[in-house]
């Protein structure tokens, strides 16, 4: 069979599945459009709330105010965080919830494309060295099957030409799901849960360090990991999620 005639008969084999099982996008639930290979429908990347500028240098926050409140929930170590989009709710949320509790993997390749196209200070793309998933417990990576912020560094690094370094942090304890807790409660939960296993301290030294995690709402874990690295020796890191929570003020 010659290669126009496998054309032909790989669109038609396509076309029959289409027919027989239609697709339907992961966030919205709607059929995907008759060719469209995405697992979100381009209405839903469309309807993706992005962060609006102006933006904080630092923090990436939008600014509604002339100095940035936002950069005070980052620890002093933390050199940037950037985020692509509002959480919870509406589109964002919804991308979220099906890579996280859906089985949608192959969602973190899309997200961790525009996560990579995000915008930074000049120094950070020069100095950075590995990118750090934010680990989960071994019971929910277990109940999981998969960590999800270990998807999206994976993605990133393949954007950046970076390593992910997986084994670098590790959680000390189970905590409790963080999404009914008071911002004082997030801290509590999660303080002092994370640390540095001794085999991989001896290559932190001097690094700057990205830590990827699926989404930002009052810092608590990322801040808790960071102060992890930064104790074994890191010298500065930084942040990127997909989502980031609205502060009090913030114009949605």
């Known amino acids: ?93 919804a991308i979220v919830h099906a890579l996280k509790y859906a089985g949608w993997r192959a969602l973190a390749t899309d997200m961790g494309a525009r996560m990579a196209r995000l915008p930074w200070p000049a120094d950070v793309v020069r100095e950075r060295t590995a990118l750090l998933p934010v680990p989960l417990s071994r019971t929910r990576q277990r109940e999981r099957g998969y960590n999800q912020s270990a998807l999206l560094a994976r993605a990133i690094g393949a954007q950046w030409k970076l390593p992910v370094w997986e084994q670098c942090v590790e959680r000390t304890r189970d905590t409790h799901t963080q999404t009914r807790l008071t911002p004082e409660e997030r801290r509590h939960n999660v303080s002092g849960a994370f640390a540095v296993p001794p085999s991989q301290r001896s290559r932190l030294p001097g690094t700057h360090l990205v830590l990827v995690d699926d989404v930002i709402t009052t810092g608590a874990t990322l801040s808790e990991c960071a102060a992890a690295l930064f104790d074994a020796g890191a010298r500065i890191i930084s942040i990127v999620t997909f989502g980031r929570a609205p502060a009090i003020g913030d114009q949605l």
């Open 1 to 93: 069979m010659n290669i126009a005639n496998r054309g032909l008969w790989s669109g038609a084999a396509r076309a029959v599945v289409d027919l027989l099982l239609p697709r339907a996008c992961a966030a919205c639930d709607r059929l995907l459009d008759a060719g469209d290979r995405r697992l979100v429908c381009g209405r839903c990347w469309a309807r993706l709330r992005e962060l609006p500028f102006p933006r904080c240098e630092r923090c990436g926050h939008p600014l509604s105010r002339p100095t940035c409140a936002w950069c005070a929930l980052l620890s002093p170590w933390v050199r940037a965080a950037r985020s692509v989009c509002w959480i919870p709710g509406d589109t964002g949320g």
